[in-house]
């Protein structure tokens, strides 16, 4: 089952799109495989997740994306739903997107403002929703031979990279940037790096002291 759609940029990881939720009673749980989406568009767009085509995996779920053309198109389906029915599901809202023009989607600056492709996703993930049917079925049975080469990945291995590169960013702070971080939110877990690794150097030093 498809469950969750969301169509974003490359350039920004602005979402631009989505489809309506399907199967996930709990509004809190929706909210979350919502987020988890919108960090996989942010990774994407910072070139963190390099590939066009990716299946991540997330509890009993998994999240297939495609990216072609500056555009992300990002699904979040059953463990058990075949992939190639998923990816097949993701060209064709591609290639419906092709026809819109591309002046207009770029001036798109507000997230999900791109009403009109929501309709679109809705029609469309109706032809998926029951694997089951003759065009699915010749879907599946096509090319079994050249099944598509899909990285796949779990959603620890991405937050785990995410959680690195941030800490990265906070010991390599150049001059450049110092100021606009102590302007920002994370003000208060530099400062309290900072001291301690001032409370560190000096537990070093006296050490070094009292061992001469």
Known sequence: MVKLTIVGRVSD?????QGPRYMIEDYNKFLFYKQQAELILKEISKGALAHSKMTIHIDHHSFNHLVDNGIIFITLCDSSYPRKLAFHYLQDLQKEFEKFDNRLVEKITRPYSFVKFDSIIRNIRRLYINTR??????KLNANRKQDVDIVTKHISEILERRQNAEISDRVFVTPQTASSIWSSP???????????SIIF????????????
């Open 13 to 17: 990881g602005l979402p631009l799109a």
């Open 133 to 138: 049917t003759q065009a699915n079925l010749s």
């Open 186 to 196: 994370r003000r208060e877990a530099c400062i309290n790096f900072l001291l301690l």
């Open 201 to 212: 150097l000096f537990l070093i030093t006296n050490q070094i002291k009292h061992s001469f």
